[in-house]
């Protein structure tokens, strides 16, 4: 029986990616170079196992669409493209290939380049005068074709039979699939089946419910300390009566000689007339304020060096007494002005936090639940302890807003009554009564606006959808001051404002504890909403929800899922279409015209006239000489010429009048308009030409490839002029030459330089200048908007099996015809870090 502790570590292990299962190996020996027994680094989706090269550990490697094996990334830069030797490079060069591979390459594509030769400079001609095709103030000389078109003749005849004229197509002219599978355990799954630990809970619920049925044992009941289920899903327990309570004896009794207990709240209902019962005063107060760790709790405190500082913590330890006595007073004078006898102040009335009952992430629902909110004021412990001039009152109102609590606090109080402002500064005196819908202006200044949005939702005037609920309170709360007790505090505050929590968890990052609330609510899809934005800038955290374009949250429409919450906050999607990205050479398009006769006959005449040619020299060498034969009348031998003669020339003229048309009818057959063509990605390091591309992908520029109009944050337009006696129609809208200027960078210091690529799409005839950190080997359409799909574009981390954003294009619907959907897959928004650049060494995921 193995140990306990070991399972775990393998479980663990799993769960992280770092170890293959074994109950998953296969055993058919489909393995990279006969990879041996242990952890490998990779595993692909036929099952091979690949262990990388030590010198290849930190570079780029993508999934080859062919055999879905893991190889190198290798990319081409664009024509006249100078690399910047001083960036990190974590990609290889292309392989050059050997002398015969590439004259055998050189012979398949020398038709097109003959034709090239001969006709380009007549096409880019008829395109300029076509508006397809810029000027550039070139002129052609017109004489040139005469003596150009029988070189070409001649040259073609000896290479058409080799030449390369269909291009590159896969089945249906679809995208070059992404052949991806996920093999370890999520962290958080929505399926909880899908969990490591599941076997194993399900053992014991069976072994739990087995003695139940037979009488051994009594099922415990529920205590409100305990998580709920609903639905199969573990919910953090809401509390309907606070724990505890601070009641004051007589309410005759002068303020300044009052007594108070802290009492169980059932004990307090007990003891107060029925029309009091569970009536209490919630107090609101910041510890900025009123400092109410005790001496113990200073003990393992470090004294700060600075002079200032530590005259401030001498403050703290000899007044903290005196800060809770104030509290107190304002709490019993705001139960009396409210008609009842008992108040809720944190410091006094929950555990002990050694208990782990979590009542720190109730305070809210006690807030829900109280008659009245008051908060108390005074000057900051700051302020008193270096005897800085008194505060105003609205600046400890702002003091007091600043505080992450106190947010929800007062946005969740009760709306039947207006907010009362107790001060404690020349004694306890009630100051003012401000209406809750009047907060935001008062005391929220820079995001007043966003906070009233929040009021006004739980007042019921206007309503929020829950995407917009937790949008606009996680803008919010996420830069608001607190004292840090967990990484994700910011949206355990904002979970108060949802029906469904998750149980906080101090191993939670920020991301992660976002992505279990939004799984676990009706959130309209908000997580993957988020995931089909692009920031305004590059080191925007992934809670700045401020699209590049402008688009907000909810007018993203997801295609996709978050099935599930992986570790180093990533997340695992499903429904997206996909496809890769060819970054190693650029190769010839197949492409689709349309059928004609004369086309058909053309076809014939280019396959077949090398062939006619050289049965005609066959049988005109062969059988050109008279054949000698005797005639027995004469006794004389005669000369006769074979009929295959005739033939031959009869085969000669016409492989004669093939060849002299074979440049003109190769030229109507390969150029002008396609009805379609085979859909591919390609890419180049640096802005590539668009006529050099086109020359490259279909053998002639006629001003078929296009800049995209409005694709991705280097992409720019216009209004099409209509000046200068151009063709236009209406509101015309014209591309122009993207932009390389580098996006602005809020975070220089962490975030790894980026650098210029070019995406080509052959179906959409269209090329994308885009900024990235790493060559995106893939492309997943995970959303929609403004009549366009949001495709993100990745680069792939072989060690973890996640894909990393490293930038989001906007494409046209309709590549969608030509795309296949991608397994389940892991996912993170962040870009992977260089190998030798800043953050972590090595393929690893950073935060988000």
């Not at 006969?34 to 990388?52: A, C, F, M, P």
């Not at 390969?670 to 890419?683: I, N, P, V």
């Amino acid at each position: 029986m193995s140990h306990p502790s070991i399972e775990m570590n393998v479980i663990r292990e799993l769960e992280e990616g770092t170890v293959a299962d074994p109950a998953r190996t296969p055993n058919d020996g489909s393995r990279y170079n006969e990879v041996t027994g242990g952890r490998q680094d990779h595993k692909d989706s036929l099952n091979r196992y690949v262990q990388i090269q030590d010198t290849d550990k930190y570079k780029d490697h993508y999934l080859n669409p062919d055999d879905g094996k893991l190889v190198l990334l290798r990319v081409q830069c664009a024509k006249d493209y100078s690399r910047d030797e001083t960036l990190v490079t974590t990609w290889d060069d292309p392989i050059k290939p050997r002398p015969l591979v590439y004259a055998w390459k050189a012979l398949r594509k020398s038709p097109k380049k003959i034709l090239t030769w001969t006709y380009n400079d007549r096409l880019r001609e008829k395109g300029v005068s076509e508006g397809s095709l810029p000027a550039f103030g070139i002129s052609y000389d017109r004489s040139e074709i005469y003596w150009k078109y029988p070189i070409a003749s001649l040259f073609l005849t000896f290479t058409a039979l080799f030449g390369n004229f269909e291009g590159k197509t896969y089945p249906g002219g679809r995208y070059p699939p992404v052949r991806y599978k996920y093999f370890s355990y999520p962290k958080t799954p929505r399926n909880k089946g899908e969990t490591a630990e599941y076997y194993k809970s399900t053992l014991l619920l069976q072994q739990s419910r087995d003695l139940v049925s037979s009488g051994s044992t009594t099922p415990q009941l529920e205590s409100e300390d305990f998580d709920s289920v609903e639905d199969g899903v573990l919910i953090f327990r809401r509390h309907l009566r606070p724990r505890k309570l601070c009641v004051f004896t007589d309410d005759s009794t002068p303020l300044t000689s009052f007594h108070v207990d802290v009492v169980d709240s059932i004990e307090c209902d007990d003891d107060v007339s029925t029309n009091e019962k569970g009536e209490y005063v919630f107090v609101s107060y910041t510890r900025d304020q009123f400092h109410t760790y005790t001496s113990d709790d200073m003990k393992g405190w470090e004294m700060p060096t600075a002079e200032e500082k530590r005259r401030v913590r001498e403050f703290q330890e000899s007044h903290w007494k005196e800060d809770r006595q104030r509290l107190v007073e304002i709490g019993v004078q705001a139960a009396r002005d409210a008609g009842v006898k008992a108040f809720w102040i944190d410091v006094f009335c929950m555990d002990d936090a050694k208990l782990n009952t979590m009542d720190s992430h109730r305070i809210c629902d006690v807030a829900r639940g109280a008659k009245s909110m008051v908060i108390a004021l005074q000057n900051t412990v700051e302020t008193r302890a270096l005897d800085k001039p008194a505060q105003s009152v609205d600046n400890m109102l702002r003091s007091w807003s600043s505080r992450l609590w106190t947010l929800p606090e007062m946005v969740l109080a009760p709306t039947r009554h207006d907010l009362k402002i107790y001060l404690a500064t020349n004694g306890v005196s009630l100051h003012e009564t401000i209406p809750k819908r009047s907060m935001a202006a008062r005391a929220y200044g820079a995001d007043g606006v966003r906070v009233r949005q929040l009021v006004d939702h739980f007042e019921a005037s206007q309503q929020l959808t829950l995407t917009e609920l937790l949008t606009i309170g996680l803008e919010c709360l996420i830069h608001r001051q607190t004292y840090r007790f967990m990484p994700a505090d910011q949206v355990y505050a904002l979970m108060t404002m949802v029906r469904r929590r998750p149980k906080p968890d101090k191993n939670d990052t920020l991301f992660e504890a976002f992505a279990k609330l939004s799984l676990l609510n009706d959130s309209n899809s908000l997580l993957e909403r988020l995931i089909c934005i692009l920031p305004e800038c590059r080191g925007e955290p992934w809670y700045v929800m401020k699209d590049f374009w402008g688009v907000k949250p909810w007018d993203i429409e997801p295609t996709i899922q978050v099935s599930a919450i992986a570790s180093d906050q990533t997340v695992i999607l499903d429904g997206a279409f996909g496809a890769s990205i060819s970054w190693e050479e650029l190769t010839p398009v197949g492409f689709l015209k349309r059928e004609t006769i004369l086309r058909s006959i053309g076809s014939f005449i280019v396959r077949f006239a090398p062939g006619w040619l050289i049965i005609s020299i066959f049988l005109l060498v062969s059988y050109g000489q008279p054949i000698p034969s005797y005639n027995l009348a004469t006794g004389h031998y005669t000369h006769k010429v074979s009929p295959l003669v005739a033939v031959g020339i009869v085969f000669f003229i016409i492989a004669f009048a093939a060849v002299a048309s074979l440049p003109y009818v190769m030229m109507s057959l390969y150029s002008g308009k396609f009805w379609s063509t085979q859909a591919l990605l390609f890419g180049l390091e640096g802005q590539a030409d668009l006529e050099w591309l086109e020359l490259q992908l279909f053998g002639f520029t006629q001003g078929r490839l296009r800049w995209s109009t409005w694709s991705s944050t280097q992409s720019l337009h216009r209004s099409k002029p209509t000046t200068g006696g151009a063709k236009y129609i209406d509101g015309e809208v014209e591309e122009l030459e993207p932009t390389a200027t580098p996006l602005r960078n809020n975070n220089p210091e962490i975030t790894d330089v980026d650098r210029v690529f070019t995406i080509v799409d052959t179906y959409s005839m269209t090329a994308t200048l885009i900024r990235a950190v790493h060559p995106p080997t893939t492309a997943l359409v995970c959303g929609q908007e403004g009549g366009m799909r949001r495709v993100l574009l990745c680069s792939y981390d072989y060690s973890t099996q996640t894909f990393h954003r490293e930038t989001v294009v906007r494409m046209p619907t309709k590549v969608l015809d030509r795309m296949d959907r991608v397994d389940r897959f892991r996912f993170s928004m962040a870009n992977m870090p260089l190998g030798t650049g800043k953050g972590e060494v090595g393929h690893s995921s950073t935060g988000v």
